[in-house]
């Protein structure tokens, strides 16, 4: 059946992603149903979604038994388990993946977070996964720490397709395009192709709010009250207004001649924390063309069934949004002490997730060897 409030979305420029994969969404006829009824083009994973998609049910039960049966320890197990779930969900993406010329039927499957402050162990890290899936349509994720900076140069220097996740404020994100463009400058002197290069960044939505709007209770006043779910769309506006200027020039030209694809902008953590803002808010006020919105299955149903899609609603809007940032500086927010916060979060989030993984993991093949 029709979907008119993500057929609009899709419309408008903007690929939906979704943000969840498990075993059980591979096998059930899930994923094939969003694909084919809800304008889905692409997957993202993280840590903590595959924390959860293994410890519930027993979706898993066989293939780690397998592994057990090969010796195979912990380590091995989740690499072998996570990237098989990333190699089939890349091939039922496989068809969009043709349709787009690369541009969606993405998957994406992110470096393990303990090596989010260690540059040359993620590139290792990426090259592994990279090879180890060997599929066209991957995305590997890289974090966008101080140490990930200069990760993300080297892994699009050799040709390795990257989702940069993490990002949180603007400044970080600038340094996030020139390592970009950077890494395809180095990659075009290395002899690659630069048209089978593609990279997304995600910019995190909602938590700034969720940061923000705390911080702005504790002050209290009438005026801080009022910017209360207003910094993260600010954010993301000035983002996309840096964006802009990034991807024009005679730099980027340069480039472009030779087939580069400019780094899309990704809208992350779309879902609403706050159960007072409408459901669809990251998503109705995120919309211009060419970019992506990655969202749980909750917010991709609260579209379908609520959402506003009147156009684009970013494209120009950047004074705008630094209007609501000079306010909130104004209130008293120090923004560069939110965006570290949310940076410190966001890893430490990732490793525990992972920590969980590999305790679940290590519990089933102690019950397999009895």
């Given at each position: 059946?029709?979907?008119?409030n993500?057929?609009?979305?899709?419309?408008?420029?903007?690929?939906?992603w979704?943000?969840?994969?498990?075993?059980?969404?591979?096998?059930?006829?899930n994923?094939?149903?969003?694909?084919?009824?809800?304008n889905?083009v692409g997957v993202?994973t993280?840590?903590?979604?595959?924390a959860g998609a293994?410890?519930?049910?027993?979706?898993?039960?066989?293939?780690?038994?397998e592994?057990s049966s090969?010796?195979?320890?912990v380590e091995?197990?989740?690499r072998e388990?996570?990237?098989?779930d990333?190699?089939?969900a890349?091939?039922?993406?496989?068809?969009?993946?043709?349709?787009?010329n690369?541009v969606d039927g993405?998957?994406s499957?992110e470096?393990?977070?303990?090596?989010?402050?260690e540059?040359d162990?993620?590139?290792a890290?990426?090259?592994d996964?990279?090879?180890?899936?060997?599929?066209?349509?991957l995305l590997v994720k890289i974090?966008?720490?101080?140490?990930?900076?200069p990760?993300i140069t080297?892994?699009?220097?050799?040709?390795?397709?990257v989702n940069v996740t993490?990002?949180?404020?603007v400044?970080r994100?600038e340094k996030?395009?020139?390592a970009?463009?950077?890494?395809?400058?180095q990659a075009?002197?290395?002899?690659?192709?630069?048209?089978?290069?593609?990279s997304?960044?995600?910019?995190?939505?909602?938590?700034?709010d969720?940061?923000?709007?705390?911080r702005?209770?504790?002050?209290g006043?009438?005026?801080?009250t009022?910017?209360?779910?207003k910094a993260?769309?600010?954010n993301?506006?000035?983002?996309?207004?840096a964006?802009?200027?990034t991807?024009?020039?005679e730099?980027?030209?340069?480039?472009k001649?030779?087939?580069a694809?400019a780094?899309?902008?990704l809208?992350a953590?779309?879902?609403?924390k706050?159960?007072?803002?409408?459901?669809?808010?990251y998503?109705?006020?995120?919309?211009?063309?060419?970019?992506v919105?990655?969202?749980?299955?909750?917010t991709l149903?609260?579209?379908?069934?609520?959402?506003?899609?009147t156009?684009?609603?970013?494209?120009g809007?950047?004074?705008?949004?630094?209007?609501?940032?000079d306010?909130?500086?104004a209130v008293?927010?120090?923004l560069?002490?939110v965006?570290?916060?949310?940076?410190?979060?966001g890893v430490?989030?990732?490793e525990?997730s992972?920590?969980?993984l590999?305790?679940?993991?290590?519990?089933?093949?102690?019950?397999?060897k009895?």
């Open positions: 059946m029709s979907k008119p993500l057929d609009a979305l899709s419309g408008a420029g903007v690929s939906i979704l943000d969840d994969l498990s075993r059980e969404r591979l096998t059930s006829g994923l094939d149903e969003l694909i084919r009824d809800w889905v993202t993280n840590p903590t979604i595959f293994l410890s519930k049910g027993e979706s898993y039960d066989e293939q780690v038994r592994l090969r010796g195979a320890d091995a197990t989740i388990v996570t990237t098989t990333v190699r089939n890349c091939d039922k993406f496989r068809d969009i993946y043709n349709s787009t690369g993405r998957v499957i470096v393990d977070p303990r090596l989010a402050f540059t162990k993620t590139v890290e990426a090259q996964l990279w090879k180890t899936v060997d599929r066209p349509n974090p966008a720490t101080e140490a990930g900076i990760a080297k892994v699009i220097a050799e040709g390795i397709s993490l990002i949180f404020s400044e994100y996030v395009m020139e970009y463009v950077a890494g395809l400058e075009k002197a290395n002899g690659h192709d630069l048209r089978s290069i593609h997304v960044a995600s910019f995190f939505v909602s938590r700034v969720t940061e923000i709007d705390k702005l209770d504790k002050i006043t009438d005026e801080a009022a910017l209360k779910g993260a769309l600010a993301a506006w000035i983002a996309y207004g964006f802009e200027k991807f024009q020039g730099r980027w030209e340069a480039l001649a030779d087939g694809h780094q899309r902008p809208w953590s779309t879902g609403v706050d159960p007072s803002y409408s459901p669809t808010l998503v109705d006020q995120l919309v211009v063309a060419d970019v919105n990655t969202m749980p299955e909750k149903h609260a579209v379908a069934d609520g959402g506003k899609i156009g684009d609603t970013v494209t809007r950047a004074a705008e949004g630094q209007e609501v940032f306010r909130l500086a008293g927010i120090d560069q002490d965006f570290v916060a949310l940076e410190t979060e430490e989030k990732f525990k992972w920590v969980e590999l305790e679940t993991v290590k519990n089933q093949l102690a019950q397999l009895g």
